[in-house]
């Protein structure tokens, strides 16, 4: 079995920091796509980053130039640091992947960890 676990998430003052990371456990034979979510209470999933097994990464318009997504394949871990921290990034922050245990490729969701930004 495959498992993402989120870690990293907390309290920060506006304009503040933080860094997710989320790590792949158990069966991992090969990992493709990356990306980070975010959901705030009464809205939609919202996709904020995608990177690929190469490294190539795309953002939504309401983090780029403020979060900036990395992964680290030897490690089976993608990041998320975040800048410039404000209230309307308070959400649950979920990491997704495409992750091969051996026969093919599907996605796995982590469970998601809490980021709560003050004002």
């Known amino acids: 079995q495959v498992q993402l676990v989120e870690s990293g998430g907390g309290l920060v003052q506006a304009g503040g920091s933080l860094t997710l990371s989320c790590a792949a456990s158990?069966?991992?034979?090969?990992?493709?796509?990356m990306h980070w979510y975010r959901q705030a209470p009464g809205k939609q999933r919202e996709l904020l980053a995608t990177i690929t097994s190469g490294g190539h990464a795309n953002y939504a318009d309401s983090v780029k130039d403020r979060f900036t997504i990395s992964r680290d394949n030897a490690k089976n871990t993608v990041s998320l640091q975040m800048n410039s921290l404000k209230s309307e990034d308070t959400a649950v922050y979920y990491c997704?992947?495409?992750?091969?245990?051996?026969?093919?490729?599907?996605?796995?969701w982590g469970q998601g960890t809490q980021v709560t930004v003050s004002s």
């Open positions: 997704y992947g495409q992750i091969s245990g051996g026969s093919g490729f599907r996605g796995y």
């Open positions: 158990g069966s991992v034979f090969s990992i493709g796509a």
